[in-house]
């Protein structure tokens, strides 16, 4: 089935480095995706991979992809008050996008 | 660009009643993407478009809800009749291209049935 999971949260002090993960089930999935959504907006798009890369570094974001385990992760270095929302994964499959469930990063002074 | 709109942004109705969801794509874009997002089942998507015609609505919940697009700068997602369990906030996307290309999300449209 088309499942993408992720756990639901994660609480980190200010400064350290986040790790937010998920594991996808279509192989063929041609492009991997974090969205981020904020209290009372919409999703909006982070950062993706493409299916043949290992990790995609953005500033400090930095993306891993693991095909074999079908397992994706972003790392946020120094992470910000302004960081804490919801995080998510997708996957591609045909012309949708199936979401994860979402991960609540909270950050803490 | 403003990017996508809905309208409301919120709507609080009866139970039984009409209602009826507004979305304006970014001008260009071909795909149009209906999503709903609840705590209990998070983001689902329930119908697509790609050109104005409807690809995939295999996530639309049942007879009550419905979605047209009749031009491409235009749908709506309505339901009818509205049941408390409906209550979530819909949100709306447009891409350029399919899953290849970036979803822009509008700001959504919260929905409260009493």
């Known amino acids: 089935g088309e499942d993408v999971e992720q756990s639901l949260f994660l609480s980190v002090r200010e400064g350290d480095s986040s790790v937010i993960n998920c594991t996808y089930t279509?192989?063929?999935?041609?492009?991997l995706y974090w969205y981020k959504q904020e209290p009372g907006a919409g999703l909006q798009l982070l950062t993706y991979?493409?299916?043949?890369?290992d990790m995609k570094q953005d500033q400090r974001l930095t993306v891993l992809l693991n095909k074999k385990d079908k397992h994706l992760s972003l790392r946020i270095a120094d992470t910000q008050t302004g960081d804490s929302a919801i995080y998510f994964c997708?996957?591609?499959?045909?012309?949708?996008?199936?979401f994860g469930t979402g991960t609540r990063l909270q950050v803490f002074p | 660009d403003a990017g996508v709109i809905q309208s409301p942004r919120h709507e609080v109705t009866e139970m039984g009643q009409e209602v009826t969801l507004r979305c304006k794509p970014i001008?260009?874009?071909?795909?149009l993407f209906w999503y709903r997002q609840t705590m209990m089942r998070g983001l689902e998507l329930l119908i697509y478009?790609?050109?104005?015609?409807?690809?995939?609505d295999s996530g639309m919940p049942e007879d009550r809800f419905s979605a047209k697009m009749p031009n491409a700068s235009f749908s709506t997602l309505k339901i009818q009749p509205s049941e408390p369990r409906d209550s979530a906030v819909y949100f709306c996307?447009?891409?350029?291209?399919?899953?290849?290309?970036?979803?822009?999300f509008g700001p959504g449209t919260r929905l409260t049935v009493l």
């Open positions: 279509d192989s063929s999935s041609t492009y």
């Open positions: 996307a447009s891409s350029l291209k399919g899953s290849t290309d970036t979803q822009y």
């Open positions: 991979i493409f299916s043949n890369m």
């Open positions: 997708a996957e591609s499959i045909d012309d949708k996008l199936i």
């Open positions: 001008s260009g874009h071909d795909y």
């Open positions: 478009f790609n050109n104005n015609v409807p690809i995939d």
